[in-house]
């Protein structure tokens, strides 16, 4: 019989549990590194970075998912999405990018890779030199797609251009401390996710 912890849970979940969150979380690495490598070759792509809570080390909390939460143990936090900053010369073709980013996870997947799909990611666009935030890149295939997501006024002023009501990006999410940038074509620096934490 397994070992059981003092809040009723077995050891043994909570290993497994723990195991599958930092699994996710350097699947999801992996997945920005393949992303931002097929961006490279775009043209209009200035830097990308990876924000969020996957751009910092692995972290416990109290998860809000039952029987941890309601017996208060502590996970590896868990990594839902991909966020992606991503700085751009020109917003025209940001349905080809999208399209870049969906065929890099699906090349990812198919050359042994972890599977991620596409709508696990969030890219925030933003302005070269000011890191004004533009919007987020839309995954809907037409635009505008006649969704209620598409209702928020501005979205789809510039195409696959998306906009969220009442939604600010906060500027510190781009802190150094807070960010890995993979790629700035300034530089030419190339940094890759995966390989940070070694």
């Given at each position: ?7 009723g ?14 699994r ?10 393949a ?13 990308v ?32 999405d ?17 399209r ?27 302005e070269?030199?000011?890191d ?39 500027p ?15 530089t ?9 934490l070694?």
């Open positions: 019989m397994g070992q059981v912890s003092k809040r849970v077995s050891c043994a979940r909570i290993a497994e549990e723990n195991a599958y969150q930092l996710r979380y350097h699947q999801f690495r992996q997945a920005a590194d992303v931002a490598a097929a961006w490279r070759k775009h043209p209009d792509v200035l830097a970075a990876l924000i969020g809570s996957l751009a910092v080390r692995p972290f416990k909390e109290v998860p809000r998912f039952s029987p941890y939460r309601r017996a208060g143990i502590a996970l590896w936090h868990e990594c839902k991909i966020d992606l900053a991503l700085w751009l010369t020109d917003t025209r073709d940001l349905n080809g990018l999208r870049t980013k969906n065929r890099a996870l699906r090349e990812l997947f198919e050359n042994g890779g972890p599977s991620v799909a596409s709508h696990q990611t969030d890219v925030f666009i933003l070269p030199a000011t004004r935030y533009l919007g987020r890149l839309c995954e809907f295939k037409t635009c505008p797609k006649a969704k209620p997501e598409c209702l928020v006024p501005g979205c789809g002023a510039t195409a696959f251009l998306q906009q969220h009501q009442d939604f600010r990006f906060r510190d999410t781009l802190a150094a401390d807070r960010m890995v940038r993979l790629f700035d074509r300034a030419g620096q190339v940094n890759h996710a995966a390989e940070a070694r």
